[in-house]
């Protein structure tokens, strides 16, 4: 079990991931945490420092909590083919299941422009999962589903696009069709990602 | 021409494209508008009223804008598939030439849970742009060049989805490759949606 400090350290990340998910990582602030959680503004400096510290580690919890959502079960399925569809299935189930929407996607459009601490982590985090998908796709070559020739970056580079999109249109435009273009796209890659039979 | 006051205007919403595409719409504020363009904060209110007048008239002028740019000169362009690859290589263009990034990108997960004109703006502009997507494709199949029981729909929301892949990919990492992977994936895309000869 946390230790109480680590448990509260915890438990203000998780209301500072959903606060940057709503308004941005850049509307994270201090005061508006301390709102969130009723704790003081000095209690929270104690915890973070500083607002690049908090952006960093909010960044930082998500993404440890996105690998053990999405990649780490993913890890359990058969290699090859069995394991890109479940990176993606449980992608699709996290996607949906965050109330206030993707806290990596909402700082990417964010943070592209603004060099720091932030934008360094979350690079980071975003070159991961794009590796993630493209080792998959690597191994499902190896094991004969995908065809030999296939690009394994550029099957990532399709398949975040995919992700992408959907969330923007789950998300903006409330399209409750997305999930259901989602696999139809995700389908096509497959088909041409696969070994002729 | 441009009387003196719609001058000053348009030159005000330039400056506030570039500040919106960098810090997003949200970081948008008559402040900092005063400070980019070294006009008075009374100045910009008598032009703008408020922050959600100012974030629609940016909305609107970037959107005029991208279809002075990218929708008009690819209707000159020969129905069916021409017309598409001239949408797809427009939008490249403009996407890259942007200085501070894409605005529409990056207020669509800025937005995203903001309810309020601007959001209401956006809805309508991205709309707009994945319904000129859709209905070149519809056109394609008329004319022949796709196939006919292609779903014109889901081919503007796979578009779409490369569409951003690219930005994020250009602009979060600094991507080279990503014009090239981009196209990769529109060939792909074309591959599919036309008629077997």
Same mark, same amino acid.
């Given at each position: 079990m946390a230790r109480p400090a680590e448990a509260t350290r915890q438990n203000i990340l998780a209301h500072a991931i959903d606060l940057a998910a709503r308004v941005g990582l850049g509307g994270l602030t201090i005061g508006g945490l301390a709102e969130a959680t009723g704790l003081s503004?000095?209690?929270l400096f104690a915890h973070f420092g500083?607002?690049?510290?908090l952006q960093v580690r909010v960044l930082e919890t998500a993404?440890?909590?996105f690998v053990d959502a999405v990649v780490r079960p993913a890890l359990r399925a058969a290699r090859g &083919?069995?394991? @890109? @569809? &479940?990176?993606?299935e449980r992608w699709l189930e996290w996607g949906l299941g965050q109330a206030a929407g993707c806290v990596f996607t909402a700082a990417t459009f964010e943070l592209d422009d603004q060099p720091g601490p932030a934008r360094d982590a979350l690079v980071k985090l975003q070159r991961d999962w794009l590796d993630t998908l493209a080792q998959a796709a690597r191994i499902a070559v190896r094991e004969g589903h995908f065809r030999e020739d296939l690009d394994a970056?550029?099957? =990532?580079f399709e398949l975040h696009g995919l992700m992408l999109v959907t969330h923007e249109s789950g998300r903006l435009f409330r399209d409750h069709t997305s999930t259901k273009? =989602?696999?139809?796209?995700?389908?096509r890659l497959l088909r041409d990602a696969r070994r002729p039979s």
């Open positions: 503004k000095s209690g500083s607002k690049d510290t993404g440890e909590q &083919e069995p394991r @890109v @569809v &479940e990176l993606f970056e550029q099957f =990532a273009r =989602a696999r139809n796209g995700f389908e």
